[in-house]
């Protein structure tokens, strides 16, 4: 049985769904706004009043006892006037969309998507979605989700980490090598993804054998099990491995010459910060395993120099030759429409953007009500 977790049932200007990267959403409210966030991964939110468990029975009465029916109670007490999560997978944003048509929703994307995961429910729909780039308007298209507005607006907290970069000295003499890596199961999937990891980091380390770069390796994985993801990696080679923090890996792959993911979200966050970067995994275009995870038609408009197609040495040695040796203004040239397509990178960050989105609502309230007085 879950845990009963206690959130406080003051009003608020806005509340945040999910704590998780709750700090990050913190940054695209306007300051003058009173903000709640409320947990709901660990247990089942309540709020210790008896309005509460009111709004619950007429809400467990129209909805039926589900999630949605105690999210919305939760709402019908706090009153916020906006609601926002960093959680867009989530079907419960297009719900309450849908049940306070009067307030601001707001599901920032959080990762790079193939399928969209939640995505797939039939009902699902997205309030105002603010998403990285074109990729996702045409991945949304292409499943049939409906979306009330799309700002494709690029990555929150790539902007809140480029507000605050500091750029190192170090640059031109350090490989970035993005960690995928996920404790293996059975499952086909899981094996081949480890697998083309494993080879591809192979490949990394043989080509520095004759050109003696640093290679830092960005960790993925927290707790326990973080352990096997360092062994996996030592076994293969001898390199400098960057434990996960909030911003450890954005720091890492920024100040080096060159960021190798997969299809990492970070990569293509890099990648639309201007970063040189090698998209790794590709065989075939009739690969079937990239076929059956969507991976496919997410690499499609990447163009040659940074798309590994295979996973053969003398490719890799290749492509990482092309990208040392061409200059960042070729490279940016080259490689403009795709960034544009896959991650926005405007001087305007999308925290900045969010929050005047907030703030234009909230006006708009204001002058509302004051007219109706």
Request: glycine share 6%.
């Amino acid at each position: 049985m879950r845990n009963l977790i206690e959130c406080p049932g003051e009003r608020s200007d806005v509340l945040i769904i999910d704590e998780a990267g709750s700090e990050f959403i913190t940054k695209c409210i306007p300051v003058q706004l009173s903000i709640s966030v409320l947990k709901i991964r660990k247990g089942i939110p309540y709020i210790n009043k008896p309005v509460f468990l009111l709004h619950l029975c007429k809400r467990v009465f129209q909805f039926r006892l589900t999630q949605r029916a105690l999210i919305t109670s939760i709402v019908d007490v706090i009153k916020p006037k906006v609601i926002i999560s960093f959680i867009d997978t989530s079907i419960i944003m297009g719900q309450l969309d849908l049940t306070f048509p009067q307030k601001l929703v707001i599901s920032i994307q959080n990762g790079a998507r193939t399928h969209m995961d939640g995505f797939n429910n039939n009902s699902f729909l997205l309030p105002h979605y603010f998403a990285f780039g074109e990729y996702e308007k045409e991945l949304i298209k292409k499943m049939n989700v409906k979306c009330k507005t799309f700002h494709g607006v690029g990555s929150l907290k790539l902007g809140i980490f480029l507000n605050n970069v500091v750029k190192s000295d170090n640059v031109n003499n350090s490989i970035c090598f993005i960690s995928e890596y996920a404790d293996p199961l059975k499952d086909k999937f899981h094996i081949e993804r480890i697998r083309r990891l494993k080879q591809i980091f192979s490949n990394l380390v043989t080509w520095n054998d004759v050109n003696y770069c640093n290679i830092k390796v960005a960790l993925r994985v927290n707790g326990v099990t973080s352990s096997n993801e360092i062994e996996f990696f030592n076994n293969i080679g001898d390199v400098e491995l960057i434990k996960k923090s909030d911003f450890s890996s954005y720091n890492a792959g920024y100040n080096s010459s060159i960021v190798i993911s997969n299809i990492s979200t970070i990569g293509y966050e890099l990648f639309g910060a201007g970063k040189k970067v090698l998209f790794c995994g590709m065989t075939a275009s009739n690969d079937i395993f990239l076929e059956e995870k969507g991976i496919n038609y997410m690499m499609r408009k990447l163009p040659d120099i940074v798309l590994l197609r295979s996973l053969s040495q003398s490719e890799f040695n290749s492509k990482m030759r092309s990208l040392i040796n061409m200059s960042n203004e070729e490279y940016l040239s080259l490689t403009k429409e795709a960034r544009k397509y896959y991650m926005k990178c405007e001087k305007k960050y999308t925290h900045e953007v969010v929050s005047e989105f907030i703030a234009d609502f909230m006006q708009k309230e204001t002058l509302t009500i004051g007219s109706n007085v």
